[in-house]
């Protein structure tokens, strides 16, 4: 009991508290199988993380014992502001419950889809997330002649305060399952069938589906011909080292920053190679915080961090050019540039449809200047720059208004 924090009954949003197994021996960290290594984190984070992701208020971790390891697990997700504890045994888990509250129940390694967690979390209680008995599914618990438990079900803390005074401390989970059969709890077939991590090959398994699952198609030329196949070659190396997306994020951010200044100061060629080399850094650390389920608030506030530098960046590219040539037209062009590229920003952040790959973005214009200015023709990048922003955003403001006609 020493050193494990009984988590106590408070006020919580409409969200359900998930109850997730951490108790398991296994090869892990710590002796646990919770603590196996998954994508970066172990196995209780990304239960975690996904039980966050889909609704739920706080995490409590029902364990046997505490090990270092673990309660640095707890520390990670208390600084995303995941409100996550530890409870020893079902009796201290009843004790940690409001008579009220909605328990998430999530089996140990059970790793279920968002549909699955939602869909429960909607349901009257109690409810069961349910697979068919087939040989595929035999590591799952069979319920029924017909069913397997999917590893996922949704109590209220009364059924769990009930269930520890009958049977004193352990074997919890097991029990509250047979309980809910027996009430007649309703069944939530699962779409996508959980993972289950009980060995190597279904750990890798796991992690495989999580990668997966975390591509996304590029939304810009750029993109789709060299920052997504950087993504695939780097990404193991970055799960591997465990980094942090936000750190990655966050200096995606301040070199595009530094080559606004560097533009601004007069020294295109710092400034285009620190911009270069932030969009990779960007597009990394969005596809590893979808692996490791971070909000994308902070993506976003990079994003728009790098955008503001970039910006900056033109503005420093007409200073330097009309300083050079002595026309005050590539100021025009610099504006001309810059809000057209402000204009297509919002068009991609607000528009329902999507927007073809080949309009132009940030990352794109200043990949597509790298050849002018390795031939020296800072001027002729700079003007197909802004013509193929100004185009864009022309074909772009087109389409929008069609679509509102068509709507009329």
């Known amino acids: 009991m020493r050193g494990i924090a009984t988590e106590k009954p408070r006020m919580l949003g409409d969200g359900p508290t998930a109850l997730i197994g951490a108790y398991e021996p296994g090869p892990g960290p710590g002796g646990l199988r919770a603590l196996q290594p998954l994508a970066g984190m172990s196995v209780i984070e990304y239960q975690a993380r996904r039980a966050a992701e889909a609704g739920a208020a706080r995490i409590l971790l029902l364990i046997d014992e505490a090990p270092v390891e673990l309660s640095e697990a707890i520390a990670r997700l208390r600084s995303d502001g995941i409100q996550t504890g530890m409870v020893q045994g079902i009796d201290q888990a009843a004790d940690a419950l409001a008579q009220d509250d909605k328990v998430l129940l999530i089996a140990e390694g059970c790793l279920p889809a968002i549909g699955l967690l939602r869909a429960l979390s909607a349901a009257p209680m109690p409810a069961l997330g349910t697979l068919p008995d087939t040989p595929e599914y035999g590591q799952f618990e069979r319920i029924d002649a017909e069913q397997r438990w999917a590893g996922v079900a949704l109590l209220d803390a009364h059924r769990i305060a009930e269930t520890a005074a009958m049977i004193g401390a352990w074997d919890p989970v097991s029990t509250l399952l047979r309980r809910a059969v027996q009430e007649g709890a309703t069944r939530i077939a699962a779409v996508t069938p959980p993972i289950l991590v009980t060995d190597p090959s279904s750990l890798a398994a796991a992690e495989q589906a999580i990668f997966a699952a975390a591509r996304e198609p590029a939304r810009d030329l750029i993109g789709t011909l060299l920052f997504v196949p950087a993504e695939e070659l780097a990404m193991p190396l970055l799960m591997a080292r465990k980094s942090d997306p936000t750190l990655i994020a966050g200096g995606a951010a301040a070199l595009a920053l530094l080559g606004g200044i560097l533009a601004s100061a007069g020294w295109p060629w710092l400034a285009l190679l620190a911009l270069l080399l932030s969009g ?28 503001g530098g970039a910006a900056l960046a033109a503005v420093g590219m007409a200073q330097t050019l009309a300083a050079a040539s002595g026309q005050w037209g590539w100021w025009l062009i610099g504006a001309i540039s810059i809000l057209s590229m402000a204009g297509l920003w919002v068009e991609r952040r607000t528009s329902a449809a999507p927007m073809p790959i080949w309009l132009a973005s940030a990352d794109t214009m200043i990949w597509m200047l790298l050849p002018f200015a390795l031939a020296g023709r800072w001027n002729w990048g700079f003007g197909v720059m802004t013509a193929y922003s100004f185009a864009s955003f022309v074909w772009a403001q087109t389409r929008k208004l069609k679509d509102n006609r068509v709507g009329e």
């Open 280 to 307: 990779p850094l960007a597009g990394g650390a969005a596809r590893l915080a979808r692996i490791s389920q971070r909000s994308p608030s902070r993506q976003h506030l990079f994003g728009s961090v790098r955008i």
